[in-house]
């Protein structure tokens, strides 16, 4: 059996105080079984600890193509073109090394958690998918890989590929995506998802009102299937930039119906930010969910990186801090309890959102977690800190040395 005392460390609600954390087989304990010494010791050296950061929203299958596409008008509707023609050349081994370096990526940058959603249609079969089903196995020494499948050339629309969805539903896949707008029924997309979801017993997850025009949103759709199928709290919408264009009183309306039907809100903001508004001359529109509004009236929230290297996110890092931090700057979101909130977007709320069972620092916890430089949870998002270590298990995955200055001697 197993044992760590990780010690000399801090803790985000007393991040002035030194302590310690007792890890036994992968997991937190109070004390370890029959009061033995630990087996390893750790010195965390003072650094605040904090859960691993889990992203709840990436495309680990389209990333890092933008040498293959040409990016002119910056349009949805381009990046869905160019990312289609793109795809028809993907191999199995193409989306694997490209995968990897997206994972190896984000655990460095303290992920150990992560849904990605994988595109499944006629022209790419299951080429993707069996690329991700690896990278989910090798891969788990690090991070915890949750495979979300979805129909981004349309459902209704595009013969063979429900099929497609329910041969990975049955072959590992265990959250099923939509993107409603692809279809030339919105609607009947929203409705067979969820008989499908009810089917594999499976969370969905839909990319969603993905526009600044208040007209023609979906989310009423989604509200009623989630209460008629009782999906209440296994369902989540992506993007929802609608939502910002909504006067005041229609988005509260809007906001506690999404709250009392369960349904909750991803927002990705460095894409979003990146496709919307391109039409305005002036006053540019943010066209970012706004979480905080959403969490007031009681959404579950949470942020993601969405794309990496690709015509819908021509940049990225992976960091998840870095995206809660432009989020922050976006909203105007500044004040200790605020940056504090934005830290939980992609941490405890996050975990919440995609019901991950036993994720914290408490006894019983897995032992999932990363240690920072930082002096309290709202200065990791307000100074951008980078995780120093990861531990997965208990086991540690990645280090980072801190900066070193080689300040010049005085002259005599």
């Not at 919105?186 to 839909?206: K, T, W």
Request: some cysteine; proline content about 6%; hydrophobic content about 40%.
């Amino acid at each position: 059996m197993s044992s760590i005392l990780f010690k000399n460390l801090r803790l985000p609600d007393q991040p002035e105080k030194i302590t310690e954390l007792r890890v036994e087989d992968g997991r937190f304990t109070r004390n370890f079984s029959n009061d033995a010494s630990p087996s390893t010791e750790i010195d965390l050296e003072g650094h605040l600890v904090l859960p691993g950061l889990i992203e709840t929203h990436i495309h680990l299958d389209k990333a890092c193509i933008m040498d293959r596409c040409r990016l002119q008008e910056g349009t949805l509707e381009e990046a869905v073109a160019s990312t289609s023609a793109a795809k028809s050349e993907f191999t199995e081994a193409d989306v694997y090394q490209r995968g990897a370096h997206i994972l190896e990526q984000a655990i460095s940058q303290g992920t150990t958690h992560m849904r990605t959603h994988v595109e499944l249609d006629p022209g790419i079969g299951l080429t993707g998918f069996r690329a991700i089903r690896r990278l989910q196995q090798d891969y788990a020494w690090g991070i915890s890989l949750e495979i979300c499948v979805f129909p981004q050339e349309g459902l209704l629309n595009n013969p063979g590929t429900e099929e497609l969805l329910c041969e990975a539903l049955e072959n590992g896949a265990t959250v099923l995506g939509g993107c409603p707008y692809m279809d030339s029924d919105p609607a009947g997309q929203i409705q067979r998802l969820f008989e499908l979801a009810e089917r594999y017993n499976c969370d969905l997850d839909l990319h969603l009102d993905f526009d600044l025009n208040p007209r023609g949103m979906t989310i009423p759709e989604v509200i009623q299937c989630t209460l008629a199928h009782g999906w209440q709290h296994r369902v989540t919408i992506g993007h929802a930039t609608k939502l910002s264009a909504l006067e005041p009183e229609q988005f509260r309306e809007t906001a506690l119906a999404l709250a009392e039907a369960g349904v909750q809100v991803t927002a990705l903001p460095a894409t979003d930010l990146f496709l919307t508004g391109r039409e305005a001359t002036h006053n540019v529109p943010r066209g970012v969910a706004p979480l905080a509004r959403l969490h007031a009236c009681g959404v579950t929230c949470s942020l993601s990186t969405n794309n990496v290297g690709n015509p819908f996110t021509p940049f990225g890092d992976v960091s998840l801090i870095r995206q809660a931090n432009l989020l922050a700057n976006v909203c105007h979101l500044g004040t200790a309890a605020e940056l504090a909130r934005c830290l939980a977007w992609i941490s405890e709320e996050s975990a919440k959102l995609i019901r991950l069972q036993d994720y914290g620092l408490t006894p019983g916890c897995k032992a999932d977690f990363i240690a920072l430089d930082a002096d309290s949870p709202a200065a990791v998002i307000a100074n951008l800190a980078q995780p120093m270590m990861a531990f997965k298990g208990g086991r540690q995955s990645f280090e980072r040395k801190p900066a070193k200055l080689f300040v010049p001697t005085s002259p005599n």
